[in-house]
């Protein structure tokens, strides 16, 4: 009995650490010890001097001082691409993965904040032509947990494709190239939103109280895989 209850538990540790793992063909962009390959960018209204760091193979990106976020960049550019990364984000805190970003931050968004959009796609110091809207994403997330989204971008008009638990949430064709100058390449960030201050509303969510005292935003197994484009 002891050991057949031992055999389960190796299967059940075997299945945890196949969900910490990204998939096949990605390559890494975070060792999971410390932020070689990224910057803050220092020049982004979100604030430039905001708390990022790793912490138990995670990274983590909190406020500071409290009310000044800011974005962290990889020091690489990308064009077209799939973005592979685990997140798990506090309540009441508001943050996004950005694609094909600039040193400012502008770029298009994967918005994360619970409660709020979780998934939907904006345009982030920038207006686009098309967002979207993850409808299905309350069927397969994980609360107070770790999240896998899945994201490919390809195009110089940009085709944009959002996976959630391996669940498909929208694919959007932009009617036209929403960067400054038309850019076709940028960076990978993530976000921790500013905010003005902190107030708590029963129900619901608000810009103004955008990130909670102490709240933070967590990225692991994070890896990329560049396509080419056919020619």
Request: net charge positive; hydrophobic share 40%; charged share 20%.
């Amino acid at each position: 009995m002891i050991k057949h209850l031992n055999t389960l538990l190796c299967v059940f540790l075997l299945i945890g650490q196949a969900k910490a793992q990204m998939p096949v063909g990605f390559k890494s962009l975070f060792s999971g010890k410390d932020l070689k390959g990224w910057h803050i960018s220092r020049t982004s209204h979100q604030g430039t001097i905001g708390n990022f760091y790793v912490e138990n193979g995670a990274i983590t990106l909190k406020q500071y001082p409290y009310g000044q976020g800011g974005v962290l960049l990889t020091n690489r550019k990308f064009k077209d691409f799939e973005l592979y990364a685990e997140v798990k984000i506090d309540s009441f805190c508001n943050g996004g993965i950005f694609l094909r970003s600039t040193e400012s931050g502008q770029a298009y968004q994967i918005e994360l904040a619970m409660p709020g959009g979780t998934g939907s796609l904006f345009g982030e110091a920038m207006q686009i032509s098309k967002s979207a809207e993850a409808k299905e994403i309350a069927k397969v997330w994980r609360v107070n947990d770790w999240n896998s989204f899945r994201v490919r971008m390809v195009g110089e008009i940009p085709t944009i494709s959002l996976w959630v638990n391996g669940v498909i949430m929208w694919e959007v064709t932009q009617p036209q190239n929403d960067f400054t100058a038309g850019a076709v390449e940028g960076m990978i960030g993530f976000q921790s939103h500013w905010t003005a201050l902190y107030q708590p509303i029963r129900g619901g969510f608000n810009m103004p109280g955008a990130w909670r005292p102490g709240g933070a935003h967590r990225f692991r197994n994070v890896g990329i895989k560049e396509i080419k484009r056919e020619r």
